[in-house]
Nanobody
């Protein structure tokens, strides 16, 4: 069973920055793609950033130009650098790994809480 462990969440004021990390128990190059999703109370989980096996990235419109997804294939770790944080970014952030065999059913981590508040 693939394990994904997120870290780096916390409380940050509006305009601040955070870096989230996701350590994966298997080689991340073996996955079709990696991503970050988030879920706030009363809302469905949404994907906000994706990185493919070839390194192509894609972002949800509300985080474009503020968030950056990256990966370290040696450390099997995926990162999400979040800048210019807004109160509406408050959510639990989850790491995802999509296997080639079932792209639409990714593995998910347990999540890390991000609170943007003054």
């Amino acid at each position: 069973q693939v394990q994904l462990v997120e870290s780096g969440g916390g409380v940050v004021p509006p305009g601040g920055s955070l870096r989230l990390s996701c350590e994966v128990s298997e080689s991340i190059v073996s996955f079709y793609g990696m991503g970050w999703g988030r879920q706030s109370p009363g809302n469905q989980r949404e994907l906000v950033a994706l990185i493919s096996s070839s390194g192509m990235t894609k972002y949800e419109d509300s985080v474009k130009d503020r968030f950056t997804i990256s990966r370290d294939s040696v450390r099997n770790t995926v990162y999400l650098d979040m800048n210019s944080l807004k109160t509406e970014d408050t959510a639990v952030y989850y790491c995802a790994a999509a296997p080639y065999t079932d792209v639409d059913r990714p593995y998910w981590g347990q999540g890390t809480q991000v609170i943007v508040s003054s």
